[in-house]
């Protein structure tokens, strides 16, 4: 998703800048000098993708979650292969960040060998944005998937309390002189913090997007805000959800069904989440040079359809991200005054200043 | 999705009747006697699981590609492993309802010796109701994924005319006394024979649904049947839609990007369809019934959702079909009288008869 630019007071920050600062939070948060880099990547990526819902907005949540012990600092990180081409990670109540990368690296792993490759993860967190494994699935010349639970946010279809998580659908394929092809959603039709802007300003919200707290549908902002977001596609999107939940949880063994903890309401344990990575190498079939090719030439057909009203172009998965990532690589990362108060404190927590702009 | 009851006039046959009825028009039109099994079977199951879109109405169309020799009635059918635990089948353009069969089982079989097992497919034509291939793996005790290109019928976001296909997304996981769990959906938002009836009635349609030849949003019935249909979810449909494409044509080396002939209306050569199947043990975290135990937690908590304004129950992904199916077994299928006709053309085709009721 595109970033939220409605708020206008910002700073700019150059992404080595900011990477080094959030990693040093995490070194002084406890995390080995490997996995604060891990951690501070993720972070820093989601807000040059223009992810800035999972970029470094969320570093006082998982530094909280270090100092009170329900995010293992220091995780023992462990792999079983339970079948040729396929393991199981337990996460040892690790950061997300860490955890999935490890998932998808074992997985990728797993495909280099027998052509495809299945890990399903335990004892997680929150993830983070889902397009970073995707990327790096495609850095490894695969494609890729990601699947992962989540605390309970939307109702299920029929329903009108928060049960299924967000829970984004991601995959993606390698590609050549064009965008990655990368696709990261989540099953909700619209993000919350949009709710909250229309109701902050009073705003009317479009039909069929939220559920206010007595069930009912409604176009009224703050109703919807203080209800329930719906997923996307109406069945369709709760179907994905409910699936996500199925390959994450109810297989992997890790949490599910309602029992992933919020990570940032529920400080009571561990988060339980589980996540779901498949690798499976681009060349299968065809050689990957054949493979690229044919990637460029469904893009290009897709790129010369002829515009719908109030189109201007046509952009594939994961193209508006990357034109963010290029832009805020040159011209540095936007950052909201309120994100930086609570970067701030983070720091003075950790006894570090934030960065000298 | 449920069955299209709007035409009023039809006739209730067997399911058992119906299948040798079927089974005996495909065995005329040259097929072998295990291949016009399949093929019976996997069109009566469509309709008795009430998606009568995807059943028995299809046999005309099957039927005259056999004839043209557009799809080969003797296909010699190859599967070559490419890696340990992936398969390329080629379909030799046979009838994509028995090549799919294959490629799924197939998948299956690489499933129970490595974890997981892959398999694209190329060479092959419109495989039915995606179901079938989920209902194959849940049967083998496995988790699966079917996808599939198609012909071109939505547009992409942004776009205006027919270029990606209706691609369903299938997956489900097997359950114990409890529907199994069977995600199937096209990446359209609405059948397009909802739009034809809504033309012909003169009836509205709600905003989303379609855009006029012009690519212009409209809500009248005949302007958007003569448009095209829109992707489920705006960009998120078509990401679904582009993915499936990705997977059963880029990967496989099947035809894509438009390439994928209309099974109806081109007949000037096989279609070309690619597949992609997936099928991963349910029992590779936990033992089987430890998994099925899990899927009935999950299941029952879904199930005991407070109801939103306007529904009576929480229904999972394949539950409304499988009722449909238990009902049909009992008390028969319903057949339109159109399609009677067109059965009945076929049958004397044939040199059959259509069944004495």
Not at 101 to 122: P, Q, R, Y
Not at 240 to 248: D, G, I, K, N, P
Request: proline share 6%; aromatic share 8%.
């Amino acid at each position: 998703m595109p970033a939220n630019n409605y708020k206008k007071d910002s700073i700019i920050i150059a992404s080595s800048q900011l990477h080094h600062f959030i990693r040093n939070i995490f070194l002084r948060n406890g995390l080995s000098e490997e996995h604060a880099e891990t951690a501070a990547y993720a972070l820093v990526k989601a807000n040059l993708r223009g992810v800035d819902s999972h970029g470094v907005a969320r570093v006082p949540m998982y530094c909280e979650r270090l100092r009170l012990g329900v995010a293992n600092p220091q995780p023992q990180i462990t792999v079983s292969r339970v079948a040729s081409a396929v393991a199981l990670v337990d996460g040892d109540d690790g950061l997300g960040l860490i955890v999935g990368k490890k998932g998808m690296a074992e997985a990728i792993h797993i495909a280099h060998e027998f052509g495809i490759g299945l890990v399903g993860v335990k004892h997680s967190g929150h993830y983070g944005m889902a397009a970073l494994y995707i990327l790096q699935a495609i850095e490894a010349d695969c494609v890729g998937f990601a699947f992962t639970n989540a605390s309970p946010a939307l109702p299920v279809w029929g329903g009108r309390d928060q049960f299924l998580g967000t829970n984004p659908f991601a995959a993606g394929a390698p590609t050549d002189d064009i965008p990655p092809f990368v696709v990261d959603m989540a099953c909700s039709v619209i993000a919350r913090g949009k709710l909250k802007f229309a109701a902050q300003r009073g705003e009317p919200i479009p039909e069929g997007l939220a559920l206010d707290k007595n069930g009912r549908p409604t176009t009224d902002g703050k109703e919807a805000f203080e209800g329930v977001v719906l997923p996307f596609g109406g069945v369709k999107g709760t179907a994905l959800s409910m699936l996500m939940e199925v390959l994450s949880g109810v297989l992997t063994g890790a949490a599910f069904g309602g029992e992933v903890r919020n990570p940032f309401t529920d400080l009571e344990g561990p988060q339980g989440t589980g996540h779901f990575f498949l690798a499976l190498k681009a060349d299968l079939f065809r050689s990957f040079d054949e493979f690229k090719q044919r990637m460029q030439t469904l893009t290009k057909r897709v790129k010369a359809q002829t515009l719908a009203e109030g189109f201007e172009e046509i952009q594939i998965p994961g193209e508006p991200e990357q034109r963010t990532e290029i832009a805020r690589l040159k011209n540095g990362i936007p950052l909201t005054l309120d994100v930086v108060e609570t970067l701030k404190s983070e720091a003075e927590l950790a006894g570090l200043s934030f960065p000298t702009l």
